[in-house]
């Protein structure tokens, strides 16, 4: 019933950055760790980075330095800041929040970084 709408895909550079975020569609109560995952043509879907609800982070060892996972918990938003872009970052992301009982899954953003 409740969305999660991702935004901030596009096509960049090598080098380039981007932002990512995620917004609920609606109002959302209970939720505690959301995150960003990604998935490439002919592979399996990646965990990118989670945050919870106290802030804490965590990443995958492949963009740790480059990219950033933040929160507004009033809006119940999250964001990815994307930094030195590669082109094996090339995938579709998804918005992920737990919720009481149930997950939540955005329907993705493509982003697509040349060389």
């Known amino acids: 019933q409740v969305q999660l709408v991702e935004s901030g895909g596009g096509l960049v550079q090598a080098g380039g950055s981007l932002r990512l975020s995620c917004a609920a569609s609606?109002?959302?109560?209970?939720?505690?760790?959301m995150g960003w995952y990604r998935q490439a043509p002919g592979k399996q879907r990646e965990l990118v980075a989670v945050?919870?609800?106290?802030?804490?982070?965590n990443y995958a060892d492949s963009v740790k330095g480059r990219f950033t996972i933040s929160r507004d918990n009033a809006k119940i938003t999250v964001y990815l800041q994307m930094n030195s872009l590669k082109p094996e970052d090339t995938a579709v992301y998804y918005c992920?929040?737990?919720?009481?009982?149930?997950?939540?899954w955005g329907e993705g953003t493509l982003v697509t970084v040349s060389s």
């Open positions: 609606g109002i959302i109560f209970g939720i505690n760790a």
């Open positions: 945050i919870s609800s106290s802030g804490s982070t």
């Open positions: 992920k929040a737990d919720g009481i009982g149930i997950d939540y």
